[in-house]
Structures are given as C-alpha cells and as structure tokens.
C-alpha cells in the first residue's frame, strides 16, 4: 500500500509539473480504456480513437454574414472572416479532473483571441468517465464512459454595424455592411458510412456511433434555435462539412457537440492516461 501511494504521489508531482505549462505548439492527448482523443497541437484538429476507427474534427473556419447571406466584413487590415484555424495561436490549459451535469469527466480547456485581439475563442473537451444523461436546454442525451463533449464558447465578437466604429466599421466599395449572422465550420472525417441523419442534425454512422449536434445555441440573452436548415451537413465520400450558423449576438455564444461511441463502456475500471507531446511523460488518475 505504502510503494502504491508513493508511485501515485510521483505521478501526481510529474502531471502537475509537465500540465501546468502546456506549450503553445504541443499536441494533447487524453484516454480512457481504448478510447482516446488527440489534440493536434495549433492545427484546429482533433482526432477521436476506439479501437481501429478514428474520427476526425476539424474546425475550418468563421464567416461572418449579412441578412442575405453574404460574407462581410472581409476587406481592410481587420479581417471578421478566416478560413483555417491554423493560423490561430492556441493556448492549452492543464488536463483536469471534473464533473459534468453529475459525471465524472477529465477535460482540457484550449483559447485563442479573434479579430484583432477582440473576440475570444474557447474550446473545453471533456471526456465522459461514466455513463448517464446529459440536457442541452430542452433535449437530453445519453453518454458513456469514452464519450466526448466538445463545447465552442465565442465572446465579444465585434459584428459588422452600420455607423460602428473601429474593428465594427465595414465596408465594401464605399457601401456600409451590418453583420447578422456567424457561421462556424467544421469537418469531420471517419471512413464508416453515415447510415442517416436526423433533425436535430445528428450524424448517426453505420457502427451506431454519433456525432450529435443540437439546433439550440446559448447566448447571454437566452437560447435560440439555428435558423432552417442549420445546422447545414454536407456530405461527400468520408467527409462532412458541417455549418453552424448563429443570429447576431452580444456576447457568451455557447454551442456543444456531442460524440458517442456504437459500442460505449460503463466500466469504471482502469487508468485514464493524460499527456502532452514529450513521450516519456505521463500522468496516470485511477
């Protein structure tokens, strides 16, 4: 008991240690059992694992929108438009232990300033340690142990207004733009077939594994529904293409997917293995 409490203290002391300080370009990875997600350091990917099958996320890119749908806000030094995720500097916090809704989850938070250093960007990743049910506003949704909630916060985006002044003043040959809309893009790849979607845009592929994407979006004045048909897929051989779009807002946009394996493990069983880039490092939670 003494030599497993101090192997366990060493680890700790080494997590603490290595998590703390994150670097910019490292590539993150989280597992529990067989299942794992990687962060692919400053790329915008984020690779999900079980077993031989991988799913792959990609945040493509951010465009902002008139009342017709067309981009503005995309000419001048100040740019309300990009399209990779690339060329954003991320910032990685620790991997952490917590809970969601009453499940036990680990979970990593990765940031980046938008637009001139006016807008944040957020990501928190959580991997679910045990299985129940979790609620986006008025719908539930089971999860397992190896599920995964990807949640994108956007705060203080600086929309396109008539008469605006600095990063919020637009305009395209001499004419004065307003911004109603974001979209938010996204890619996912995975060589299963995708057996059907659904209304509530749910990708439901043939191994029964889902990638769940609500139609309601929080802000810091309530919860809105996408407007028809968002959120829009498009779907071409092993990969989506997937649009969020989001009415102007305030602040505090809050939108989060979900993904569930075909085969989800209860079992509470096991390590959950935690690491940045360096190979020789690990940190170990029983």
């Not at 951010?62 to 100040?78: F, H, L, M, P, Y």
């Not at 990807?150 to 207004?161: E, G, K």
């Not at 069983?269 to 360096?278: D, L, N």
């Amino acid at each position: 008991m003494l030599t497993t409490n101090v192997v366990t203290c060493v680890w700790t002391i080494v997590y603490l240690l290595v998590f703390a300080s994150t670097s910019l370009s490292s590539d993150v990875d989280m597992c529990v059992d067989d299942i794992c997600a990687q962060i692919l350091g400053q790329s915008g990917k984020i690779n999900f694992e079980y077993d031989d099958q991988v799913i792959q996320v990609t945040m493509d890119s951010i465009t902002e929108r008139d009342a017709d749908g067309n981009e503005v806000g995309n000419t001048g030094s100040t740019k309300h438009s990009f399209n990779s995720f690339a060329s954003q500097d991320f910032i990685f916090s620790e991997l952490y232990n917590t809970s969601y809704q009453g499940i036990d989850a680990v979970a990593v938070n990765f940031t980046a300033s938008l637009v001139d250093d006016t807008a944040d960007f957020a990501v928190q990743l959580y991997m679910f340690l045990g299985g129940g049910n979790i609620s986006n506003h008025n719908e539930t949704f089971p999860v397992d142990r190896g599920s995964f909630k990807f949640s994108y916060t956007i705060d203080y985006w600086p929309f396109c207004t008539i008469n605006g002044s600095g990063v919020e003043s637009c305009s395209k040959g001499g004419e004065q733009q307003q911004g109603e809309f974001l979209d938010f893009t996204i890619i996912i790849k995975n060589d299963q077939s995708i057996a059907h979607t659904d209304s509530n845009g749910t990708l439901a592929y043939s191994d029964s594994t889902n990638v769940i994407m609500p139609a309601e979006f929080r802000t810091s004045s309530g919860w809105f529904f996408m407007t028809s048909p968002y959120p829009m897929s498009t779907i071409v051989g092993s990969k989506t293409t997937v649009v969020f779009r989001f009415e102007r807002f305030e602040s505090d946009l809050y939108y989060d997917p979900i993904l569930t394996w075909g085969s989800g493990s209860n079992d509470d069983s096991g390590a959950i293995a935690m690491r940045a880039s360096s190979p020789f490092v690990y940190g170990l939670v029983w």
